[in-house]
């Protein structure tokens, strides 16, 4: 069992940036695949980014590649995304999600996430 806590979002001017944190709680949390994903009323949550459970391996949404960077301290059970250059279209509630592994080919089910944190807010102003 994982529990996942978001932290680090906040009210940011366009081209500014901000670092979001997961602090994961539970054992093997080292184990698993850990993901960011976004929601916006009225829209489908959508992944941002993903990285396997040794930080070899990230996956990105095209919307967000380049600006956006996941990472993850195992040692520490801390996950984060480091965002910049930030766009008013990246307002949003963002969630962490952990899983067993990141695959890539069921994206209608959340890339197999199946732990997930409240969210935290991030919101870019123009």
């Known amino acids: 069992q994982v529990q996942l806590v978001e932290s680090g979002g906040g009210l940011v001017e366009a081209g500014g940036s901000l670092r979001l944190s997961c602090a994961a709680s539970?054992?093997?949390?080292?184990?698993?695949?850990m993901a960011w994903f976004r929601q916006t009323p009225g829209k489908e949550r959508e992944f941002v980014a993903g990285?396997?459970?040794?930080?070899?391996?990230?996956h990105y949404a095209d919307s967000v590649k380049g600006r956006f960077t996941i990472s993850r301290d195992n040692a520490e059970n801390t996950g984060y995304l480091q965002m910049n250059i930030l766009k008013p279209e990246d307002t949003a509630v963002y969630y962490c999600?952990?899983?067993?592994?990141?695959?890539?080919?069921?994206?209608?089910?959340?890339?197999?996430?199946?732990?997930w944190g409240k969210g935290t807010l991030v919101t870019v102003s123009s």
């Open positions: 990285i396997n459970w040794s930080g070899g391996t990230t």
């Open positions: 999600a952990a899983g067993p592994s990141l695959n890539l080919a069921r994206p209608g089910k959340d890339y197999g996430m199946d732990y």
């Open positions: 539970g054992r093997a949390f080292s184990d698993y695949a």
